[in-house]
């Protein structure tokens, strides 16, 4: 009997930084559960991709290699299924991404975005803005150094002058928002979300159960808000609730690593994944 046959791609190791043998996890654990749906999946790197070396009808992947995207851009204009899309992942770079939000009213801190040969302070001061994030926006994150936190404008100009040192050509400088961090995983198309609150692991939800599901449904609505304009099936991230119980984005990311959530994720991820197949599994069946 024909089989559908799947290709997953593992994300290159300079985009998981601390996080190699994470991201390889929730991969293997997707493929694993698409393999006990019947479909033949076979894993590959991106420097196989890039090599040529993938040619089936449905591709999952975890790729940030701008050649891979490319790539992977062509695949769908061709037919293929790609999950996440490529202009999805493309779209987390935070330039775009902060674009993509302000523009559609999805609740983030207010940002700068400059260049780092530029002096910023001037512009800070006249925002009001001090304490602050300032994360590099012309490619993902490879380094704990991507994404610095800063007390004071005068800080915020030494850490872009350091970027600019680096290399990094573009930055996204956002408000520091306060209030309690909260971590969440999503898959769109399913009943799959999780969340918690990374920093207080004796209470990863409010004790009160109408409190706790008060804060998911508005907590998840945003999130699929966020997930549709940047055509993501797979995603997570990080978001503030403040004293005045407003929730504010703070972080998305394309296809992260769903540590506390492995098994009950990858089994959502793969429905998600034959929901979209199905649909066409006459044309992706190859024998």
Same mark, same amino acid.
């Given at each position: 009997m024909a089989q559908i046959k799947i290709a997953a791609i593992m994300r290159a190791g300079a985009f998981?930084?601390?996080?190699? &043998?994470?991201?390889? %996890?929730? @991969?293997?654990? $997707?493929?694993?559960? /698409?393999? +006990?749906?019947?479909?033949? $999946?076979? =894993?590959?790197?991106?420097?196989? /991709?890039?090599? &040529? *070396?993938? %040619?089936?009808? $449905?591709?999952?992947?975890?790729? +940030?290699?701008? +050649?891979? @995207? +490319? @790539?992977?851009?062509?695949?769908e204009r061709d037919g293929v299924i790609v999950i996440n899309s490529s202009q999805g992942i493309a779209d987390c770079i935070r330039e775009r991404q902060t674009r993509i939000f302000i523009g559609s009213n999805i609740p983030f801190p207010e940002s700068v975005i400059t260049s780092t040969d530029v002096v910023i302070k001037g512009e800070l001061e006249r925002r009001g803005i001090e304490k602050c994030w300032i994360k590099r926006a012309d490619n993902y994150a490879m380094h704990k150094e991507?994404?610095?936190? =800063?007390?004071? *404008?005068?800080? *915020?100009?030494?850490? /872009?002058?350091?970027?600019? @040192?680096?290399?990094?050509?573009?930055?996204?400088?956002?408000?520091?928002?306060?209030g309690?961090? $909260?971590?969440?995983?999503? =898959?769109?198309?399913?009943?799959?979300?999780?969340?918690?609150?990374?920093?207080?692991?004796?209470h990863h939800q409010p004790a009160d159960p109408e409190a706790s599901a008060a804060i998911e449904s508005r907590l998840r609505r945003l999130c699929t808000a966020a997930a549709t304009e940047l055509n993501l099936m797979v995603y997570g991230g990080d978001a503030v609730i403040d004293s005045d119980g407003r929730i504010t984005l703070i972080d998305f990311n394309d296809w992260p690593s769903f540590a506390p959530c492995r098994q009950a994720a990858a089994t959502a991820i793969a429905k998600a994944v034959m929901g979209r197949v199905k649909p066409r599994r006459g044309a992706v069946r190859q024998s």
């Open positions: 998981s930084p601390n996080h190699i &043998g994470n991201d390889a %996890s929730i @991969l293997s654990g $997707v493929a694993e559960q /698409l393999r +006990r749906r019947g479909c033949e $999946v076979n =894993v590959y790197s991106e420097e196989q /991709l890039n090599a &040529g *070396a993938v %040619s089936e009808p $449905v591709v999952i992947n975890m790729c +940030r290699e701008q +050649r891979s @995207l +490319r @790539l992977l851009e062509q695949m991507d994404v610095s936190y =800063v007390r004071t *404008a005068d800080e *915020a100009q030494e850490v /872009l002058q350091e970027y600019f @040192l680096r290399g990094i050509t573009r930055a996204v400088i956002t408000r520091h928002v306060k309690d961090i $909260v971590k969440f995983y999503g =898959v769109l198309d399913s009943t799959f979300f999780y969340w918690y609150f990374p920093y207080d692991p004796d």
